[in-house]
């Protein structure tokens, strides 16, 4: 995922201990920034007691995003009218108080803002939040969020379990009859929450794949009863199933699971085996209970009737084995009553492959070479498709990485049949104006860590991104402006977001819709690999030993991949439980901004995990 | 390991950002304290220019502690006349230069003195060190480490490795022909370095354990090419084999691996699969290059004719697989020609058993129930002993589980024969007095990381070390005083080592002699486990069904336990060297301190990884 690069003053704000120029002295330079930020704590906190905390926000301008610790939801607010309001509507509830500034604040000399870390707590617990001052003294934007739970606290720290079946240090000696060892006690926990001896899972988890288990782990250290339910055999699988080139794009410093991060010594891009057997010793260290070779068939929700009591029904059976390592499931068919269900399927639901042309082709016969989906494409290593004449429909990241393969290993022709438009980055770009200042070495060096970073993100409302994000776009552009040149040289359909807003605003409406060069660019720009694209390179028909495109050129070929892409997880959703909710519920990913392709509005704004 | 509590100075040395209380000010009080480090820094940088870098240390009781940056080796000095010799004897080639003071300085109100980290650079690389000051403004000690070297960084943080076969971000969109998958370059390295086709490692590691693979670790981000030799099937087996309720003693944060810690949420105390496992997870997640189920066999050094050139020959054959899950050698023996070999083969070489009583009981017969060593215990889980008569030979840590595991899983009998005294003490005082005040939570809050305490212990002279092993036993002893009270009304020979040095004199000069209570002093104290012990619980004959003592006790029995150790790893060098190198290299572990037990002298002070 994408995230936008902040503008300088965010940038600033990182680099504690380092003394920032000013070019000519702000009106409020005089007043230390630690004594602005006092200053405004202490009329807020007032103000939340008197219900005039608005007076703290600029009247116009200003934004209140929080997350969970007032609202329990994720919401945001426009303006010093609403923020109060929704204050006042929250407050006697979430009864903030405690408020201290954490750390010191960075100043930005060209508009004498401010920004700076807060801590707060709640009736429920502890808060992290972001405030930023206008030179006027008055919030620009607030951020809150709620970091822990008072009753029940991560079990982390000084609180991780200890080894031993007992709670504290001085048990330890206490010798126990017929002591179960750590590792029976370990195997035991997923039969006992498939069988409902340890009691019913309050949250069952569909999918073990990074997102399934981070959540388990947040879970399993809140002591929340919880089961990760995986159809493969090993937690992984779905990584190696992939394309054996394959690598993540996104650099190490995004990518950090919770309470386990990749070492300093892990590779800037993550191949695809190394991914895989990372989260399956995640699993295995984090302790977490997961069934592999196990898929939920249905699920039925409380309102449907459900398990009763407000849960749900949710019946899981065996998913043929393939020789699992891991825990099976206890073997039949197992019904679980849990109080919540998430679907942490993947971005990607089924294959996507256009119909076949209409028409003519029949007396001609079909195709007599081998035709795919791109997630069956087992890669071209081994000389596999040495000497073959390619043609892969599509212009997404795999038809890119598709391609490669095929011209590096060997194949005599590949030919790319480009759609629709798409944007294509140098990793240098999104390295320097996408990430870089969040999630980067030298982001680490000024102190901004993974966790920081996150929240950071999570901080700015969608609408104030935007703007970051055509900012940063315009940089990229310039950084890319030769890649660019010698693409559309050759044809092919660049476009940049319909506002502009590039790769940051078709990776948070679309998940898609552009690729992040590692090596395609170069081979279509000098034709190594050849490209068709617009409407005249629709495929009009197929033929044994040919591809025709609508334009009437007919491709030589005996290779077909069909890079087209995958439905919506949505419909996960609809098979799993029923199309009723899976209307209700709405389509997966976007957030209404009314763009092309952005399957929005939700309720609320997206935050994505 | 156990380390030391350190004495009030450093402990208050290690919190930063409090403030300290001062009773009555000393006489330096009116300078500030990063001041005298800065005059101190200046003196001692012109003093070995000029040669007379004597002076900036005590006369007499000063030391100066040096791990590699400027001897090459571990060298402790002692007074400023030696102290002044060995600088201007290593000055010239090491080239130490460019001081400062590494944050700020804590103060001991007590007398003045104070302790400040340094950073200092040499001929070769970067450097650490640790001053401590007294009030006269001398060096009282100084300590010294190489961190890293110039040529040869570690490939950590901004130098990691890509992941694209390629040295920069800007060559990643660079088509590569027939390029290899990360995997097949993976798994193409073992067979490469087994096949001299990746030329000769380096360095040779025997032993896949936590030892080798964090000496494997290092060398792979070094760049240096070497190979880990493993004799079991899996990585961790060495573990796996042990009895089943075993569980680290020492708390996680005396634990980590380089590189990859453990997760926060792991266990204070680890069971026996769960670091079996980490380790597998280990060796796979760093890359490490590791030949499982092959044994060296023989390993002939230079100087013996070796492999010529100076190198070693070693010969590696497959150890009979058992299903082994990962690499495994070529399949036949295989000749290299490391420049170096290291043994990482553990604490433990081969089982010690006693010579069967001499004389008698042939009349009656051989010992029909099961004897065994402690290594092959199988745990008594199941029921597999239950009912059974059990007498343990001996009382170190393995004699005080089996006992204690005997008697939770249903044992009718449970004797400990305890032949030589030795000390108990509880997890509590351990913590509190042996490693809390460096290896725990709350010295994380202090900014105490696990490489910062490693330092910390490196950088103490043992000499220096034996007074706070003297004082952190008496305060244990006060902790345990009722426990030692109960143990000893039932004949437990406690000993507090020779010169009051309790379990960390033990532990750095043999490396056992005591235990650490998970519950067999309460089933000793009670008598639910029987306690024999002194002269007279020598076993004098073994009779079919019962076991009997020089004081001619017959105890009934049909489970014998031998927990009387194991040979000094030294037994390696012999077997896969020779016995003149054996002789040579001396036995492994202890320091010449001349206590029982202790193998020394080494020569030079031991640092144990």
């Known amino acids: 995922m994408l995230r936008p690069r902040l503008p300088p003053l965010l940038n600033a704000a990182k680099r504690r201990c380092l003394s920032t120029a000013h070019d000519a002295p702000p009106a409020s330079a005089h007043v230390p920034a630690a004594a602005r930020v006092d200053r405004w704590l202490s009329d807020f906190s007032a103000g939340l007691i008197a219900g005039r905390a608005q007076e703290s926000f600029a009247p116009e301008r200003s934004f209140w995003r929080d997350m969970v610790a007032f609202t329990w939801s ?30 010191t604040p960075t100043e930005d000399a ?22 930023k001052l206008d030179q006027e003294g008055k919030a620009s934007s607030l951020f809150t969020s709620l970091s822990d739970l008072d009753t029940r606290p991560f079990a982390t720290g000084g609180r991780r379990a200890l080894g031993h079946p007992c709670e504290s240090i001085d048990e330890i000696g206490t010798p126990r009859p017929d002591r179960r060892y750590w590792h029976e006690r370990r195997a035991a926990a997923l039969p006992a929450a498939l069988g409902g001896e340890a009691g019913e899972p309050y949250v069952l988890i569909v999918g073990g ?36 080139g394959l690598m993540l794009h996104d650099p190490v410093w995004y990518d950090h699971l919770p309470y386990m991060p990749f070492p300093a010594s892990w590779p800037v891009f993550t191949p695809r085996d190394k991914l895989a057997d990372w989260l399956q010793h995640y ?21 449907d009737g459900g398990g009763g009591d407000g849960r749900w029904e949710v019946k899981l059976q065996p998913a043929g084995s393939t020789g699992a390592e891991e825990r099976t499931s206890s073997g039949g068919s197992v019904t679980l009553r849990p109080a919540h269900v998430v679907l942490a399927t993947g971005m990607s639901g089924v294959p996507r492959v256009p119909a076949p042309p209409a028409g003519g082709g029949a007396a001609q016969g079909p195709f007599a070479g081998e035709v795919m989906h791109s997630s ?17 429909v599509g212009s997404n990241t795999s038809a890119h990485d598709i391609c ?32 870089g200042s969040l999630y980067s070495e030298g982001a680490l060096e000024r102190g901004v860590t993974t966790e920081l970073a996150d929240l950071v993100v999570a901080s700015a409302p969608l609408r104030l991104q935007e703007e970051r994000w055509r900012e940063g776009t315009a940089r990229m ?36 819709g552009f690729y992040i060069d590692v090596g395609c660019a170069s081979l279509l720009s000098d034709g190594r690999v050849a490209l068709r694209s617009g409407s005249g390179a629709e495929i009009a028909q197929i033929e044994p030993h040919a591809v025709r495109l609508r334009s009437g050129e007919a491709l030589s070929a005996d290779l077909l991949v069909y890079a087209t892409g995958f439905e919506s997880m949505h ?39």
């Open 74 to 103: 994720i919401r945001t607010f426009e303006g010093a009218g609403q923020i109060g309001q929704a204050l006042a509507a929250t407050t006697p509830s979430a009864q903030p108080h405690g408020w201290y500034a954490d750390g």
């Open 110 to 131: 060209t508009d004498g803002s401010l920004e700076c870390w807060l801590r707060f707590r709640t009736a429920a617990g502890g808060g992290k939040a972001l405030l």
């Open 209 to 244: 794949g990074q997102g399934g288990l981070s959540l388990g782990a947040r879970l399993q250290l809140l002591g929340v009863p919880y089961v990760v339910v995986e159809a493969d055999a090993r937690i992984g699988d779905s990584w190696r199933k992939r394309y054996p």
């Open 283 to 303: 699993a295995t260290a984090m302790d977490l209970t997961v069934a592999t070779s196990t898929r939920v068939t249905r699920a039925v929700p409380p309102a």
């Open 376 to 392: 069956a494409y087992p890669g071209a290593g081994g000389g596999r498709f040495a000497g073959r004449r390619a043609v892969v």
């Open 404 to 435: 490669q393969d095929l011209w590096e290993q060997g194949a005599q022709s590949v030919t790319m049949l480009q759609r629709s438009a798409g944007l294509v980055v140098s990793e240098t770009s999104v390295l320097e104006h996408g990430l």
């Open 477 to 512: 552009r310039r950084t890319d402006a030769s890649l660019h040149a010698r693409l559309a040289a050759v044809g092919y359909n660049l476009d940049f977001g319909e506002d502009g807003t590039g790769i940051f605003g078709k990776s948070f409406r679309r998940g898609g």
């Open 571 to 609: 419909h996960f959703v609809s098979d799993l439980v029923s199309p009723a909710v899976a209307a209700r519920v709405g389509r997966v990913w976007g957030y209404g901004s009314g763009a092309h392709l952005d399957p929005g509005p939700w309720e609320g704004e997206l935050y994505l995990l």
